[in-house]
């Protein structure tokens, strides 16, 4: 039982019943007895059997939305999963429970987020919330429309190769999901996204990768005329899957190509000397570490020097000057 709307239930002995009767949806009240010479014998109380043939989402009493909100979702997740539609008192109770998400936890919509973000048609699941305007009763921040819906159809099921060294967990991992939300939110202002992520409680982490991909849609059109050392300090430290996003959504062939030759050989490019050898040398600790072993990093990376020779006497020319 519920004590009030958007509650978690309580819990206590029932009958089969009565149990069926706090489902969701008709379809899936459904239950077979497995005893005895009563095996295989169907309970159907309210109709699920003849809803499941119809392709009908329908839900079993006029107060289950405001039982539990998060059954909105799930309705859109069942119908275009299944290609049902949601029987029309349903989406009645659906349009006059829609504002009911606000009360519900971040935790709770994330969840449902989630199982929409790992299904196969999960653009199409979108455009349905959409259209019945639960994603703005989600967050009034939400976007939507259908360039967002086709890049999510094109680019959602996408899998790197190995150079970028993002790992997906059989296609519906959590990196799957977050290549998701990253389309579809990465390119909001930051504030908006903080905002979002609060309400949804995304993870330290994935708020990271939105803002990494969002900052990175602002920097990328400089990157076409810099030199390899400017666009590795510009990437440097960006989360692979922000750049992986910006990479597929991107349509400038030379960024595209920039992108990845980071991913690919930049990334990878350290001088031969490190701070140990500063070290050894006797150079006082201190930033000039940092700054002399950057510069080591920008020359290779940009065909200045070539060899640990040319490394070396660049090297002494900067130790001249500290």
């Known amino acids: 039982f519920y004590d009030r709307p958007t509650a978690l239930p309580t819990v206590e002995d029932s009958s089969i019943k009565l149990d069926l009767h706090r489902r969701d949806f008709t379809i899936n009240t459904l239950a077979l007895r497995l005893d005895g010479r009563h095996y295989g014998e169907l309970h159907d109380y309210w109709g699920g059997l003849n809803d499941l043939r119809h392709g009908l989402v329908r839900v079993l009493h006029s107060l289950s939305f405001i039982d539990d909100p998060t059954r909105l979702m799930r309705a859109v997740r069942f119908e275009q999963r299944f290609g049902f539609v949601i029987e029309e008192r349903t989406l009645q109770l659906m349009n006059e429970a829609a504002d009911l998400l606000k009360q519900v936890s971040g935790d709770r919509i994330r969840h449902e987020l989630d199982l929409i973000l790992s299904e196969a048609h999960a653009h199409q699941m979108l455009d349905r919330l959409h259209e019945l305007k639960l ?9 939507w429309d259908e360039i967002i819906s086709a890049e999510i159809k094109q680019f959602g099921g996408s899998f790197p190769t190995t150079d970028w060294k993002i790992s997906f967990e059989n296609g519906n991992g959590t990196s799957q999901r977050q290549l998701i939300l990253l389309i579809w939110l990465g390119r909001l202002p930051e504030d908006a996204l903080r905002q979002i992520g609060k309400r949804l409680k995304f993870s330290h982490e994935l708020l990271g990768t939105l803002i990494d991909c969002r900052q990175l849609w602002e920097e990328v059109i400089n990157l076409r005329e810099a030199h ?7 990437l440097d430290g960006k ?3 922000a750049i992986y996003t910006v990479y597929l959504l991107n349509g400038d062939p030379q960024i595209r190509s920039l992108l990845l030759t980071y991913i690919t050989r930049w990334r990878y490019i350290t001088p031969t000397i490190d701070g140990h050898d500063l070290v050894r040398m006797g150079l ?8 002399i072993l950057e510069t080591l990093r920008n020359a290779w990376l940009d065909g200045e020097i070539s060899s640990p020779k040319q490394e070396k006497q660049l090297l002494d020319q900067l130790l001249q000057q500290v």
């Not at 006082?284 to 570490?289: E, L, M």
Request: proline fraction near 26%; charge should be neutral; glycine fraction near 4%.
């Open 228 to 234: 390899p050392s400017a666009i590795t300090a510009v």
């Open 239 to 241: 989360a692979p899957l």
């Open 284 to 291: 006082p600790p201190g930033r000039v570490y940092r700054d």
């Open 135 to 143: 994603l703005p009763a989600i967050h009034p921040d939400l976007p």
